[in-house]
């Protein structure tokens, strides 16, 4: 039988600030009808609009950015990753400036978010992407590829000099549940020997000691925020999941990262779709 399209049963709002712009910024979820999709718009920008899609990603240094039409949105990753992760297939998220606010820094709290909004049928059935070859990207040193398998599947491999890292691996095969304990709580990480440079660039001007697991050469300085002993990786999987998402509907395979990025992982898509007998819709 098929499976019916999830939205959410009301409106919720959330607040904070931005992670690479430093400025406030509120995020609005409404619900929206069958076949909508998750649709960005700029409440600053005369409503634009845009859809969140690989074919509309046009940056992905320190996150992914959707722009259409002049209009952008950015760091829309760990928002697309709680969507997917609460099965969410349409969704209406306003924002009023540059990005949604990092909140947490990860997807739980945007999880937070869609629990409080709640969930609900909206007529149609969901279609998913059966991958059918494999796509590969990238190489053997740092790469991702979609395999076939018969449920959706993530492994994930990093490896940084930083002892507080070194080498971490991670697999997880997709449910709600599993996303909610294992990977959402994730947070994103940094080096603070790139700070001032990246705050000069425009980036990580919101980002801090709260919202970020920093790093000081082989030194966590805020341990107390880990929530996993590997959570770099497993936040790494939470950057794939929503970069994924942008795949306009859910990925049947099994996908490896190996040192990836959401470069790569844009990339992934343009070739899977790139050629139509790489996949099917079911």
Wanted: proline share 6%; hydrophobic share 45%; aromatic share 6%.
């Amino acid at each position: 039988m098929a499976t019916p399209r999830r939205t959410l049963a009301s409106e919720a709002v959330a607040k904070g600030i931005a992670l690479h712009a430093g400025v406030p910024a509120r995020l609005h979820l409404k619900p929206a009808p069958p076949g909508t999709g998750v649709v960005f718009r700029r409440l600053d920008q005369s409503n634009a609009e845009i859809p969140a899609l690989w074919s509309n990603v046009t940056e992905t240094r320190l996150g992914t950015v959707v722009s259409k039409n002049g209009a952008s949105v950015g760091v829309v990753e760990h928002l697309l990753s709680a969507l997917a992760g609460a099965e969410v297939d349409d969704c209406i998220a306003e924002v009023d400036g540059p990005e949604p606010p990092i909140l947490d820094g990860d997807a739980a709290s945007y999880l937070a978010v869609i629990e409080q909004a709640g969930l609900a049928e909206n007529g149609g059935a969901r279609k998913s992407i059966r991958v059918l070859k494999p796509v590969i990207v990238g190489d053997d040193a740092e790469g991702a590829r979609l395999l076939p398998a018969a449920r959706t599947e993530y492994f994930y491999e990093i490896e940084f000099q930083s002892a507080a890292i070194g080498h971490q691996t991670f697999e997880f095969s997709f449910s709600p549940g599993g996303y909610q304990r294992d990977i959402a709580p994730a947070r994103t990480f940094g080096f603070l020997s790139d700070a001032e440079r990246l705050r000069a660039a425009g980036f990580a001007r919101g980002a801090g000691v709260t919202n970020t697991l920093v790093l000081d050469g082989d030194h966590l300085l805020n341990a107390g925020l880990r929530r996993f002993p590997d959570e770099f990786v497993r936040h790494k999987i939470l950057d794939a999941i929503g970069d994924m998402k942008l795949a306009g509907a859910p990925i049947i395979a099994r996908y490896e990262g190996r040192r990836s990025s959401h470069k790569l992982n844009n990339a992934l898509l343009r070739a899977l779709f790139a050629n139509p007998a790489n996949y099917e819709t079911v």
